[in-house]
């Protein structure tokens, strides 16, 4: 499944994880400079990585592509990077 993350426009730090359908999947929450965590809330599919932590967004990005089995890239209007598992 892909997953696309939007930065949440009134929570500084946080992104919002949702499918191509803009289905709800989750929230990354970044706790301090090199501490990124995932919150799947009750969804399945990111079931087992909410206790997970990474340093970058763009290792937390890499873990959900590899997970999810797709693509986890950046909504459109915030630099285009796009990860594939």
Same mark, same amino acid.
């Given at each position: 499944m892909?997953?696309?993350?939007?930065?949440?426009?009134f929570r500084p730090g946080t992104w919002i994880l949702s499918d191509r359908l803009q289905r709800p999947l989750g929230t990354i929450t970044e706790v301090s400079l090199s501490l990124f965590i995932i919150h799947a809330e009750g969804n399945p599919g +990111?079931? !087992?990585?909410?206790?997970?932590t990474f340093s970058s967004l763009d290792s937390v990005m890499s873990a959900i592509a590899k997970h999810m089995k797709g693509e986890c890239?950046?909504?459109s209007g915030v630099d285009n990077v796009? +990860?594939? !598992?």
């Open positions: 892909d997953v696309v993350v939007t930065p949440a426009e +990111l079931a !087992g990585m909410e206790t997970a890239q950046l909504s796009k +990860l594939r !598992g």
